[in-house]
Every structure is written in structure tokens, then in C-alpha cells.
């Protein structure tokens, strides 16, 4: 049976907003655009404030939270490595408090049951204590047992998780001349980064991560991976980007298929041509993770090293 519209969950990823007062102007249409596109949920991947002096401060992310309130829908940030940087905090707990008062939730990690799937956020909560390099996002111990009691707990549901960086592994796109040579390409870089990627194959109701970070767009040939299962998805920039796109991600699960959509902030509309589609169910990708979990596997395509099921 095909899917009508009124069977669709739809949820819209916002890649890193840096909502600042000199680009206020742009955000009444963005906030225009994703309420017209009518999404259960919004998912922030953190980086909520602009550059330079007030970058992370309270009264910064208070003035974002204000912008993000105009959505019609419930919305739902992670931290980034930007919010914890305002120098008028004296320790990284002061600085997540300070977010998490903003955005009126009691922890840095949070879970967001919607419609078929469960949406999971990871957030940064070190930066004045990160060895190597300040901007490194982690996920520190006690979000990691959080995170793995919760898809322990969930059997089949299926999980998408929401953070600003991806694991180690993924097979995105990155930056290395910025990021991966300063140390915050991947989460937890310099802190036993192979522990998340662990978790995510060991538990195969995991079908989806997004992340942004890059402040690219959606049309690069590592910005949707697929390994072993797992759909890895780089959200663009809404805003301020560095290849002047300005992308965010539109997911729509049917329940027949799962559909990933870009929408383009500049042209205002869906665009077509930067769409992913999977014609399986939830639990039919759930089901073919699970025969290849804990396993060796060999990439189909040697040209990309993308991996995936079978056609």
C-alpha cells in the first residue's frame, strides 16, 4: 500500500544556525520556510549564537532561542562546540547551565519519541577542559552510559540521533585542513572516539545520525554515507555557510520508506535533485543491520567506500 501525506512523520534538521544580530534579517524567512514545510519536531545540531564577542554568551543564546521560538513546531537543540566558549563563564558546567536554562531542559542529552522513531541528542559538554583542543566536541562518560541505556532499553524502535559532530568512521564529509588537523573533526577525537561507533553497531535499531559543523552544503558526494546500515547526514547551514549554500534538511518517514530531502534556503523550495530515498520500512533496515552486526564487512564500492544492503 503507498503512503499517503497523512501517514508521513516529518521532521526538519537545521544544521548550525550561529544566529547573530547582523544576520537577523535573513532568519523571519528561514523561520517562514520550515513553518511552511508544517514538521512534527525541529532538530537543532547546536552552534546557536554568531561570532566574536558574544559568541555563547547567555544573553546570545537567550536572543537565538527567541528566533527558534517562532517556529510552530517543538524544536530541540544539542550543544556545539561554540556554545561553550563565552568567556564570561569560568567552568564548562557554568557554561552548559547556562544553555540548558535557554533552551528550558534539564540535561544536555535529551529523547524525543515521534511518530515511529525515537530522536536521541548528544551534546558537547567539554571545552575549558579538553586537552588538545578546546573546540573538540565530547560526549563525556555519563552521556555515553545515557546513551547506550536508552538503545538497550528500546529493542526495535528505531533511533535517529541528532549531534553536531559525526563519529569517527562515518564516512562524511569533513574538513581537514580546518578541523580534523586542530583536533574536532570527529566526536571525541582525542578521547577514545572509537567507544561511540562501537555503540552505534552495536545496537542495530540505529538507522539514522545527522550532524552539521562544516557549514557546507548538501550536494557534496560524502554528505549522505551509508555504512553498514547506518545513514549518515550532513546538514548544511541555513545562514551563514562557506560554499554560500544555504541548506537544511527536510526527513519525511512514510511507512513504507524513509525519505531525505534538502531544502534551499536561497530558492525558498525542496530541491529535488539533493534527495535521498530508501524504499524499505524502519524495521526491515533495523532487520538488515542486525544480520550484519559485529560483523567484518568488505565496502561494495571500492570507488566510494560507501557500504549499504544489498539492492
Known amino acids: 500500500m503507498t503512503a499517503t501525506q497523512t501517514d508521513r512523520t516529518r521532521i526538519v534538521v537545521l544544521g548550525d544556525p550561529h544566529i547573530d544580530y547582523p544576520d537577523d534579517a535573513v532568519w523571519p524567512d528561514i523561520v517562514d520556510?520550515?513553518?511552511?514545510?508544517?514538521?512534527?519536531?525541529?532538530?537543532?545540531?547546536?552552534?546557536?549564537?554568531?561570532?566574536?564577542?558574544?559568541?555563547g554568551t547567555h544573553a546570545a543564546t537567550s536572543h537565538a532561542t527567541d528566533v527558534l521560538d517562532q517556529l510552530n513546531a517543538p524544536w530541540f537543540s544539542v550543544i556545539g562546540n561554540h556554545d561553550l566558549e563565552a568567556a564570561e563563564f569560568a567552568t564548562d558546567e557554568a557554561s552548559v547551565a547556562s544553555f540548558l536554562s535557554c533552551v528550558r531542559r534539564p540535561t544536555p542529552w535529551f529523547r524525543v519519541d515521534l511518530g515511529p522513531v525515537c530522536v536521541l541528542g548528544l551534546s558537547s559538554t567539554s571545552f575549558r577542559r579538553n586537552p588538545e583542543m578546546p573546540h573538540e566536541v565530547v560526549f563525556e562518560p555519563d552521556q555515553l552510559a545515557w546513551f547506550e541505556a536508552q538503545l538497550e532499553?528500546?529493542?526495535?524502535?528505531?533511533v535517529m540521533v541528532v549531534a553536531h559532530v559525526p563519529p569517527i568512521g562515518s564516512g562524511l564529509v569533513t574538513m581537514a585542513e580546518l578541523h580534523a588537523q586542530v583536533g574536532n573533526a570527529v566526536a571525541n577525537q582525542n578521547h577514545c572516539p572509537g567507544r561511540i561507533m562501537n555503540l552505534v553497531w552495536r545496537y542495530p535499531?540505529?538507522?539514522?545520525?545527522?550532524?552539521?559543523?562544516?557549514?557546507?552544503?548538501?550536494?557534496?558526494?560524502?554528505?549522505l554515507s551509508i555504512v553498514l546500515g547506518v545513514r549518515f547526514v550532513h546538514?548544511?547551514?541555513?545562514?551563514?555557510?562557506?560554499d554560500g549554500t544555504r541548506h537544511s534538511r527536510v526527513v519525511d518517514i512514510h511507512p513504507d520508506r524513509l525519505e531525505i530531502g534538502?531544502?534551499?534556503?536561497?530558492?525558498?523550495?525542496?530541491?529535488?535533485?539533493l534527495g535521498y530515498r530508501e524504499a524499505r520500512r524502519l524495521d526491515q533496515m533495523i532487520e538488515w543491520r542486525r544480520t550484519v552486526a559485529g560483523r567484518l564487512y568488505v565496502p561494495r564500492n571500492a570507488?566510494?567506500?560507501r557500504q549499504g544492503p544489498p539492492p
Open 33 to 55: 520556510d520550515v513553518n511552511r514545510l508544517a514538521p512534527a519536531a525541529v532538530f537543532v545540531v547546536g552552534d546557536l549564537t554568531g561570532y566574536g564577542p558574544y559568541v
Open 153 to 158: 532499553g528500546m529493542g526495535d524502535r528505531p
Open 205 to 223: 535499531n540505529v538507522v539514522a545520525w545527522f550532524c552539521g559543523h562544516n557549514h557546507l552544503g548538501q550536494m557534496y558526494r560524502d554528505a
Open 235 to 242: 546538514v548544511g547551514a541555513a545562514s551563514q555557510s562557506r
Open 262 to 273: 534538502t531544502f534551499d534556503h536561497a530558492a525558498r523550495a525542496l530541491d529535488g535533485s
Open 303 to 305: 570507488d566510494t567506500m
